[in-house]
């Protein structure tokens, strides 16, 4: 009897927890590329520095 109460019933609504997981993966996505543009930003400011202590010497 519980058996069929069982299947009687729809799917579990999960919408919310689909939601909430592509929240979490596009957060993470935004953060992995802002730190990629922190990254390459120091790293043009480095190869700047190097060049100006290149034209000194």
Not at 9 to 36: K, N, Q
Not at 39 to 55: A, C, G, T
Request: aromatic share 8%.
């Amino acid at each position: 009897m519980n058996l069929l109460l069982l299947l009687q019933e729809g799917p579990a609504e999960t919408t919310d927890y689909m939601i909430l997981g592509f929240v979490v993966i596009f957060g993470a996505m935004l953060a992995y590329v802002i730190s990629l543009w922190v990254r390459r930003r120091n790293l043009l400011k480095d190869i700047e520095l190097l060049e100006q202590l290149e034209e000194q010497e």
